[in-house]
């Protein structure tokens, strides 16, 4: 079976990666998808994005890492999957994603979306935290994965105080 793990990953966080490890047990080959999300704007342009998430997840035949535009249940018809697979932090997280599911059920009734919960110490850990610690000068330890670090300092923080 094949799994599509979609997201903006602006960047990619230990909870993305997180539920990537969990994820990949679960089927034949799982797509983390790049994708835009038209109310958000990227820190990251997209090539960076599967770049930083291509670092993170290492060398692993069962995971591939591309982009997609369009509708996400086009991209998943085209690689013969209907499974989705998203992360659920908190109660916050439902309302959107419940949304987004029942429109891609809508759009495709064959789609199936599985949630997984984030593991505890994730459920704090988004995307927007790590920027904004980022751009700030803190430290981003912990967040997200040690290889991809430095990289998201230099174009955060560094890039900004020239
Ligand atoms: O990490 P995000 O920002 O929650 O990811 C959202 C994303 C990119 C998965 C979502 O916006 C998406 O699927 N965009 C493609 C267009 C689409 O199919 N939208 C859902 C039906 S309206």
């Not at 994820?23 to 990227?42: F, Y």
């Amino acid at each position: 079976m094949v799994f599509i793990y979609p997201g903006s990953f602006d960047p990619i966080t230990n909870g993305h990666l997180d539920i990537i490890n969990r994820a990949v047990k679960l089927c034949d080959k799982l797509i983390v998808a790049v994708g835009t999300n038209i109310s958000k704007k990227p820190a990251f342009s997209v090539e960076e994005r599967i770049e930083l998430i291509r670092a993170s997840v290492g060398e692993n035949e069962k995971i591939s890492v591309m982009s997609f535009s369009g509708l996400l249940v086009e991209f998943a018809k085209k690689h013969n999957s209907n499974i989705i697979i998203k992360g659920l932090r908190a109660m916050s997280d439902f309302e959107y994603e419940f949304q987004m599911a029942l429109l891609n059920k809508q759009l495709d009734s064959e789609l199936e979306t599985l949630f997984m919960m984030t593991s505890v110490h994730y459920s704090f850990l988004s995307s927007s935290v790590v920027k904004e610690i980022a751009i700030n000068g803190g430290d981003i330890g912990g967040l997200v994965p040690d290889s991809i670090k430095d990289r998201i300092i230099k174009k955060l923080y560094c890039s900004k105080n020239v």
